[in-house]
């Protein structure tokens, strides 16, 4: 039968020390930097439109010591990414848009296809997020 034996080692208690006491913020400035590596590639693929609004309203939330979140507070945001069903769209009075012939009272709207682009940007933006990942875990078993 085997055994492990530990011995004090004046070289190796303050690296272990050391990474006890940075720990915290190391593993703040992780998150933080994959969460950044994650919005880039979200806004990579975040659908333009006429006014920008989704790109330039899509934000990281930060809430609590490790939980970061990347979403947009546009209404747009959720039809955009789960799509529509055909539905009718009524005036009040009128629905007018450039190039229309006349103002209208009522359109068929034909729905819009889902487009789940943060799915994407999740699965493009792994491969970087591990090397950042990969990064912090040598820094802790002092690589």
């Given at each position: 039968?085997?055994?492990?034996?530990?011995?004090?080692?004046?070289?190796?208690?303050?690296?272990?020390?050391?990474?006890?006491?940075?720990?915290?913020?190391?593993?703040?400035?992780t998150i933080d930097d994959v969460t950044n590596i994650f919005l880039e590639y979200d806004l990579l693929?975040?659908?333009?439109?006429?006014?920008?609004?989704?790109?330039?309203?899509?934000?990281?939330?930060?809430?609590?010591?490790?939980?970061?979140?990347?979403w947009s507070p546009v209404p747009q945001w959720d039809y955009v990414i789960e799509g529509t069903p055909?539905?009718?769209?009524?005036?009040?009075?009128?629905?007018?848009?450039?190039?229309?012939?006349?103002?209208?009272?009522?359109?068929?709207?034909?729905?819009?296809?889902?487009?789940?682009?943060?799915?994407?940007?999740?699965?493009?933006?792994?491969?970087?997020?591990?090397?950042?990942?990969?990064?912090?875990?040598?820094?802790?078993?002092?690589?």
């Amino acid at each position: 039968m085997g055994f492990v034996q530990f011995t004090k080692d004046d070289q190796v208690t303050p690296f272990v020390q050391d990474t006890l006491d940075n720990l915290p913020g190391l593993a703040e400035v992780t998150i933080d930097d994959v969460t950044n590596i994650f919005l880039e590639y979200d806004l990579l693929y975040t659908p333009v439109g006429q006014t920008h609004e989704l790109y330039d309203q899509t934000f990281i939330d930060i809430d609590g010591f490790l939980d970061r979140s990347i979403w947009s507070p546009v209404p747009q945001w959720d039809y955009v990414i789960e799509g529509t069903p055909p539905h009718e769209i009524f005036g009040n009075p009128w629905l007018y848009w450039p190039g229309a012939l006349h103002p209208v009272r009522h359109v068929h709207h034909p729905g819009t296809i889902a487009n789940d682009y943060p799915a994407l940007a999740f699965m493009d933006g792994m491969p970087d997020a591990e090397v950042r990942l990969d990064e912090f875990l040598d820094r802790l078993v002092g690589d």
